[in-house]
């Protein structure tokens, strides 16, 4: 089987908005919360709060491939990592 590759890249574009009836400072404490994510993000990875900062993230893979990574919010005030 062959695949023949485009000579130049493919572009696309996606962009979305949703607006959330509430205040920014309430959501943003709400998405840093580990607990939250696992429900945000269950359709890809089982995620385990482990503490009010950290994550175990669990995906599986293709041909039974299972990937696990920890997460740890630092929050600055200005920025989030």
Do not use: N
Request: charged share 30%; proline share 6%; hydrophobic share 35%.
């Amino acid at each position: 089987m062959t695949v023949d590759a485009p000579d130049k890249p493919l572009e696309s574009e996606a962009r979305a908005a949703v607006t959330i009836g509430r205040p920014a400072d309430e959501l943003r404490r709400l998405w840093l919360r580990p607990d939250v994510q696992s429900c945000i993000w269950a359709h890809f990875a089982d995620i385990s709060a482990l503490d009010d900062r950290t994550a175990e993230w669990t995906a599986y893979g293709p041909a039974g491939g299972t990937y696990r990574w920890r997460t740890t919010v630092e929050d600055t005030g200005d920025e989030v990592r």
